[in-house]
């Protein structure tokens, strides 16, 4: 069977003092990335908006989005009692972003209610995904924080390792019904898909490539030739993605 893939962990621009593969750097680069890696859509984010403003980032990532066919972008958020993004709700809305991510050890901040307030319950109702990131820059403990206080919320969990997570994931999986695994670490544990799908089902897990942290190709190869069945396979390549940007509706 050859699937579609579309990639929910993309991150563009360049990075700040990170070793890396050769990243996206510019918008123009984004057309031969995904042509060349077979991708045929993406979810991506910008290193500038952990490594310094989220405004800025949220800026530098908008040429991108019209790079190339099947892009959504995501933004990034900050506490809304500063009043540094506005009426973040409204921007979103007016420049159609379906996704964001949150970034709390960069920007500094703690991960609860007391601290979002009313701005998570806004995008809990209107199923907007929030990935978080164990690579860059939020812990386990933060995301239980933020689930305790809004147990509904969107959340896609990306770059989760590979030694022994199901310990840390499987309690969140099965609290609540939004939360979502990312496929780019999970791939590489033996079975972990396999077993995943079978606790789970397919729905709760998306197709991401961490690139340019990882390889594109190893993520694809790892889920194509995952022991589970083929309309499962798809689903998780590419549909519980888009159907996750389709649903949200700020």
Known sequence: MTCRFFDANMAVGRPRNRPLFRPVAEAEELRTHMASTGLEGALIWHFAQQDGHPETGNMLIEPYRTAAENVSICWALLPPLTAEQGNITER??????????????????????????????????????????????????????????????????????????????????????????????????????????????????????????RYVEAAMLQLAHADIADDDRQAIAAGNMERLLKESRL
């Open 92 to 213: 979103m809305r007016d420049a159609a972003v379906a996704a964001v991510r949150l970034f709390p050890d960069a920007h500094r901040y703690l991960m609860n209610g007391v601290v979002w307030g009313d701005l998570l319950d806004v995008l809990t109702d209107c199923c907007v995904p929030v990935l978080l990131s164990l690579e860059q820059g939020c812990s386990w403990q933060q995301i239980y924080d933020l689930l305790a206080d809004y147990p509904n919320l969107t959340c896609i969990i990306c770059d989760v390792g590979s030694w022994s997570m199901d310990r840390y994931t499987y309690p969140l999986l099965a609290r609540h019904p939004n939360v979502y695994q990312e496929t780019s670490m999970l791939s590489i544990t033996d079975g972990g898909v396999e077993a995943g799908v079978c606790r789970f089902g397919p729905s709760r897990f998306v197709f991401g490539t961490g690139f340019p942290c």
